[in-house]
């Protein structure tokens, strides 16, 4: 096959040596279609990625050594604009979920049409996502809504001061310290520790001790990141 | 199994005896729940290696909610990374058998997990709005399953602490990666 400017050159990533064949032979008499390697696990494909430089990846997930997933995740950080397609056998949610959050530009099952692959990987080399009939933008965004998890700050209560002591003892709270630890660090009572902790419960209308820790987790969180004090 | 089924068909054939039978029959149970114990905690559910800790927490989390009516949430801060496989399924089934001791045990409605990640350790904070335990009271039927977790967080060169009071038990492990 000649190359030129309208190919797009294709890696074909799979561990089954007779799946990744039949892949081949498919895309044989497709003439957009230049197949410049193949690869047979993860880290063949990052070592073959970057040898060939390919326009386009078509890879498993399940594999050995890496996962398909696993290997994007290394090599998006070095080349943010790769294009991978997954083709895998498993439809569940946490797996299409997991593809989009390592980047990954498509995903398809291994139980669709030769017309369909063709289509998908037509898309994506246009640059365009791709995740099968069923996953439009508004089920894809419901999806990472579902997996993200939700934090739990309500809004109502932006504004609430909390007191200086509360301020740490929330911050230690969820940094993982117990009570009694808290207590000591700061040179109170185990009892005071735990009133105060019922106090900023009341305050951010946190009925339950779940509630209250992944208030004080996110909270503390926070402050690590921003490095200046969170004005709730 | 096999032993179990040819003593009870002997104990229905015979029931004066029924009462010594039915100690050994419990017994046997016993060992082959233990038996069985150990060989599902050495099994790998499909989705840890593809997908990691995480994932497989959340899918647990998932399943739990949908046969108890306790209700469950699973959340991940930071940046998630691996361990090697073996920490990996450790780790899961450590929270698995934290996450079994909520519902069996705590009367909760509510759980959370939380898996926390920085550059130095994974803190995974469970914690739930049970009736709670004395932690300190060694004879205590839950503090046996809670020295087998410690143990295993030890194992993995990791602390734990826990905290319960009757608002609901607060359950802390730290890794290092």
Redesign the interface.
Known sequence: MIENDRNIRLMVCEDHAIVRSGLIKLMEDVNWICLVCEAEDGEDMIKKYEIYLPDLILAD??MPIL?G??ALKLLITDYPSIKVLFLSMYS?D??IY?AIKAGAMGYLTKNISKDELLHALKEVSLGRKYFGPLYNDKNIAALLNK?D??KNTNPNLIGTKMTYREEKILTFVGQ?L???EIAQKMNLGKRSV?KIRGEIMQKFELK???????FA??YA?GKKNSNVTIDF | MFLLKLEIEEAAKNCDNFKDRSTRLSDSLNSTIQELRNIMFDLKPK?L???GLD?AI??LSEHISKSSKIDG??????KPK?FNNDSELYLFRIIQESLSNVIKHSKAT???I?L?YSDENL?V?I???GIGFDVDNSQNDKNYGLLNISERINALNGIM???S?E????L?F?IPI
């Open positions: 997930i399940a996962s997933i696993d569940d946490q797996y997991s997996y998890g939700t993982g117990m009570s009694s735990d339950t001790l779940p509630a209250f820790i992944r987790t996110n969180e | 989705n290696d593809d997908f994932f959340k899918q949430s699973v959340e991940i801060i930071g691996r509510e759980y959370n939380q926390l803190q904070f914690s739930d709005n602490k826990i905290e009071s608002e609901g038990t607060l802390l730290e």
